[in-house]
RNA sequence: GCCCAGGUGGUGGAAUUGGUAGACACGCUGGACUUAAAAUCCAGUGGGCAUUGCGCCCGUGCGGGUUCAAGUCCCGCCCUGGGUACCA
């Protein structure tokens, strides 16, 4: 009886679903194991064979985990929010819930593609997650509870000093006791200084406005990054290259009014964070790089006829003596007010052309090099001299204070600047060379520097701060690149604020009246008078009284009001959902205390690393301030991440002879003039021979086409790419399920190689897997029948099973999964060899097995003769007794060169080893009548003769 | 430019602390079975020289070095992939 992987996983499927296998406990005696994959957004397009890769292996892992006895919890669920759905939406006027429920449950879209369903693709692989605690991030029971912590991040801010979140009624209360002048705390650059009379003074607008200031998510005039044709604002990690990560359009800079995250506020801890937890140093990196620590000083320059002052940040203020001029970004809130009449047109335009182009425009031209005198002095504050201040977009607004002071002998930007405008470049370094370019090594010694002169630069740093704090003209500073994230999208498909306006203050709903659920709107487009698409609902409106949604018509600014007309990002229901999972259901809090308490932490997250500077930072901010009110037990939420690599596409390439409609093959191109082109991977058979018939059959293009073949046979060529439907080389694992089954797809994904590698796919090589699953099955079996035998094992079987046991063991710890196939496979061919059916190994191995292979190790757990499913089985215990050998085969080198073996017994003392070899005719041979000069004999490896 | 990861047969990769380079597979070649093909099984397969037998020489991106011994460690380069970019 062949094995039939069909009706077996099938089968087996069908059980774990009816029996609830893979469902986690919340309260239980064994100790528990979080493994999480990062979650999904289900896409129309399903899943390619790429997709699953991060599953498998951490459902490998889990089901390792399971059979150590550990209470797992692997949960799935769906990211189910964001931009595609809602772009097909109003394309087509389909909802994007029903896009959703579409994209996940499979089914047909409005242009009658067959949409495969994620989650059937998903349970069709045998993953061992427990589906009871599904849920998506726009189900109102989840969003509820996302809205939930907006609140309460509203209801926060940040004490600097503490450096955790505090109320921010404990604020108030300290402002009406002493102003704000001695708190430190997060808050806007531009907030005002008051003291306690003045507080109390205040309107309770006032005290509101100045209260938005310091809470951890606010509301305020802030530089966006605006994609016109998305119709939405995109935070920083969502541009790439100047053009939004979804589609790629233009971004531009544009100011607007809209709610933030102070994740600023957490950048110390964000960055200190990462030294407690596994994740890999690239990951790690890219946090530390993107946000951006960096030491210097903040250095204030007053204005020549001003009461104003330009705070500046520097990471070299030991150069302050090289400063030659200023320069403020274009959008620095002086620049208006310091530029003089004469110079008032030409800083105007300056400032208009600037803001006309865009990110990527500013960006493809960082050659370029543009700036505007503005016509006044500032006044350097150690030699008085006067400085003149210029205007330019090298000089970011939203990094440091917008403003540099400008060094061109120690920068080659402000070299670039200073020569294009013919500013002087005073030299302070001793013996540099400036005709070519500035002088940025930390080596230099400073000269023309008054009391700095003859220093290094790590000498002169301390002094010229302290001189600096002493005239109170500056101050050390720590300065980090991490900005606050725009929290608002001009957009329907995402999570309501829970906000209403009251005299153009924001509000929150309050917390017992969530969820606020999205309304229905009749088009997913802005209104015509710009709103986002909320305002297009007619039911949007907040009654304070009745709390509850209610008519726009009832809008009367006394007690009903409107609603915020923004939704949240993609990556709001993302920052948590892993503390969700743990109590998943609940339907009074985000999660029970038991069950935070009992959970805890991720163990194992799996994911791609383009989430580095986007999801896994937002998410880590929103668990430590969680953390600082005391709702979860840990601060870092995942303690060991993997990022899995990619699986590349293999694409393949017929050549037409350019301007024929015939095809070359491969192995004669070169005899033509031709142009590649890619077709559909799945006509290309073993050897890379082409289905001619296939190809004609695919388009009309290829119906005519004539083929100029080789040996009979059409070969294509081969390009390793990105797997994606534009290249046509896009494999889909239900078809791998179909002609394999989903073990051999299991085994194969993992024997590719490295996990976090990217490496290529190929189809063909599934036939190696897929010969070892028959030859596994084979070993249970005699003349077609199941049949092992409970006779004692030989020492040998017992050997290579507990090989294997170690290997698979230590593979594990290492997360080498590809390793552990190859194994499995030498320990098969062993068995084989050995025509081993003896149930004192066949069991242990089905249970080694069966985390890669699960539906076919079940099979066999079931034909072994028990009852309950092998998930829960005891994992065999090595025992390092069956490996010890009273012989080793040594290497015999010569001078580090391998030439032959000598079998020698282990407990065999070092003289004996060296009489022994030496005796031995080929040593002699190889010696040839030299004498050796040390002879290197190391136990259990290696004997090297030195001569 | 900067940061990170990587470079081993025709291909994917193995060699976990320096100790037999190329495990395990794919592919390819030859053979068996078959009318034939597929499937399956057996053998060979890093390159070169020799194949009359032993065998020998060269080989882990390139050039140096440390060591009895280097794919592995050190120094200097080259290349590929990813991230990031006027960050003061």
């Known amino acids: 009886m062949e094995y039939n992987f069909i009706e077996v996983e099938k089968k087996w499927q069908k059980y774990w679903e009816n029996h609830q296998v893979f469902q986690a406990e919340n309260n239980s005696e064994k100790p528990k194991y979080y493994v999480l994959d990062m979650f999904p957004y289900p896409s129309g397009a399903g899943l390619h064979v790429g997709h699953p890769l991060g599953y498998i292996a951490s459902d490998i892992y889990a089901r390792y985990k399971r059979l150590h006895g550990f209470n797992v919890l692997h949960p799935m669920g769906y990211d189910s929010f964001g931009l595609p759905a809602e772009q097909y939406a109003i394309q087509t006027g389909q ?316 920068d080659q930007r402000d070299y670039d600047f200073a020569k294009h405008f013919n500013i002087p470049i005073p030299n302070i370094f001793e013996g540099a060379d400036l005709s070519e370019g500035a002088c940025d090594s930390k080596e230099a010694t400073l000269a023309n520097s008054e009391f700095l002169n003859g220093l290094s630069v790590t000498e002169s740093m301390p002094k010229v701060i302290a001189k600096l704090e002493e005239i109170g003209a500056g101050e050390q500073k720590t300065n980090y690149r991490l900005r606050d994230a725009v929290f608002s999208r001009q957009r329907y498909w995402g999570e309501p604020f829970p906000v209403y306006y009251a005299d153009r203050m924001p ?186 018939e296939g190809l004609k059959k695919w388009m009309p293009e290829f119906e005519d086409a004539e083929f100029i073949l080789e040996d009979g046979k059409y070969i294509v060529g081969r390009e390793v790419e990105k797997m994606s439907k534009r290249w046509y080389n896009v494999v889909n694992p239900d078809d791998i399920c179909e002609d394999y089954g989903a073990d051999a797809l299991r085994l194969y994904e993992m024997f590719l190689g490295p996990l976090e590698q990217s490496k290529p796919w190929n189809t063909q090589g599934l036939s190696g897997v897929s010969g070892f699953i028959r030859k596994l099955w084979r070993l249970y079996h005699t003349n077609e029948q199941f049949e092992v035998s409970d006779a004692e094992p030989t020492k040998e079987e017992l050997k290579v099973l507990h090989q294997m046991i170690k290997k698979v063991q230590d593979d594990m710890d290492h997360f080498s999964f590809n390793t552990s196939v190859s194994h499995f496979m030498i320990a098969v061919n062993e068995f084989t060899r050995m025509k081993c059916n003896k149930r004192a190994i066949l069991e242990p191995l089905a249970i080694l097995i069966s985390p890669y292979a699960p539906h076919l190790a079940e099979e066999l757990w079931e034909k072994l003769g028990h009852k309950d499913s092998i998930s829960y089985a005891t994992f065999p215990v090595f025992e390092e007794k069956y490996l010890q050998d009273d012989t080793y085969s040594y290497p015999v080198s010569f001078n580090g060169k391998m030439r032959f073996k000598r079998e020698l017994d282990v407990s065999v003392s070092r003289d004996d080893v060296e009489s022994i070899i030496l005796a031995d005719e080929e040593t002699q041979k190889w010696l040839g009548g030299k004498t050796p000069k040390k002879i290197i004999y190391v136990p259990k490896k290696i004997i090297n003769i030195v001569f």
């Open 95 to 410: 909802h994007p819930a029903i896009t959703t429920m579409v994209n996940i449950n499979g089914g047909v879209d409005k242009a009658g593609n067959k949409i495969p369903g994620y989650e059937k693709q998903l349970k069709r692989l045998g993953l061992s997650f427990d589906w009871s605690r599904k849920y998506r991030t726009s189900d109102p029971s989840y969003y509820r509870w996302t809205q939930w912590i907006f609140i309460q991040l509203y209801n926060h801010y940040f004490d600097n000093n503490a450096q955790k979140a505090r109320p921010i009624a404990e604020l108030a209360e300290i402002f009406s006791k002493e102003g704000n002048l001695r708190i430190n705390a997060a808050c806007d650059a531009d907030t005002p200084q008051f003291s306690a009379n003045e507080w109390k003074n205040f309107s309770e607008k006032r005290k509101e406005e100045i209260l938005l200031q310091y809470r951890l998510t606010y509301l305020a005039e802030t530089e966006v990054n605006w994609c016109p044709e998305l119709g939405t604002v995109l935070a920083n990690d969502e541009v790439v290259n100047g053009v939004s990560e979804r589609g790629g359009y233009p971004v531009v800079r544009k100011k607007m009014k809209q709610w933030s995250m102070r994740i600023s506020a957490y950048a110390e801890r964000l960055l200190q964070g990462l030294e407690t937890i596994d994740w890999t140093d690239a990951l790690k990196d890219a946090q530390r790089n993107w946000i951006g620590k960096s030491h210097g000083a903040s250095v204030n320059f007053s204005i020549k006829g001003s009461d104003e002052i330009i705070e500046v940040f520097t990471t070299r203020p030991d150069t302050l003596f090289g400063v030659s001029f200023m320069v403020l970004a274009p959008e620095h809130e002086l620049v208006r007010e310091i530029t003089t009449s004469e110079y008032k047109e030409d800083v105007e335009n300056y400032i208009y052309e600037t803001s006309k182009r865009s990110e990527r425009e500013r960006m493809a031209e960082v050659k370029r090099i543009t700036g505007q005198f503005t016509g006044a002095y500032a006044i350097h504050p150690l030699t008085g001299d006067e400085v003149p201040i210029w205007i330019g977009d090298y000089v970011l607004a939203g990094y440091g204070t917008g403003a540099v002071m400008a060094v061109p002998a120690g």
């Open 507 to 692: 509000k929150m709903l309050p917390e017992e009246c969530l969820p606020l659920v999205l309304p229905e709107i009749d088009e997913y487009l802005p209104t015509e008078a710009g709103d986002p698409p909320l305002g297009r609902a007619k039911n949007w409106a907040w009654d304070t009284n009745k709390n509850k949604v209610v008519s726009n018509d009832l809008i009367d600014d006394k007690t009903v009001f409107p609603l915020e007309l923004n939704t949240m990002p993609g990556w709001a229901g993302s920052s948590w959902y892993f503390l969700r999972y743990m109590d998943a259901n609940n339907d009074q809090e985000f999660a029970s205390k038991e069950a935070l308490n009992y959970w805890k932490d991720v163990d194992l997250y799996l994911g791609g690393s383009e989430h580095a500077t986007g999801h896994l930072l937002y998410s880590r901010f929103w668990q430590k301030f969680l953390y600082d009110c005391g709702l979860v037990p840990k601060d870092e939420y995942a303690k060991k991440l993997i990022n899995q690599g990619m699986i590349l596409g293999t694409s393949a390439l017929v050549y037409r002879v350019r301007g024929t409609n015939q095809y070359v093959s491969n192995g004669l191109k070169e005899q033509y003039e031709t142009d590649p082109l890619r077709v559909d991977v799945n006509l290309v058979g073993q050897g890379d021979v082409l289905d001619v």
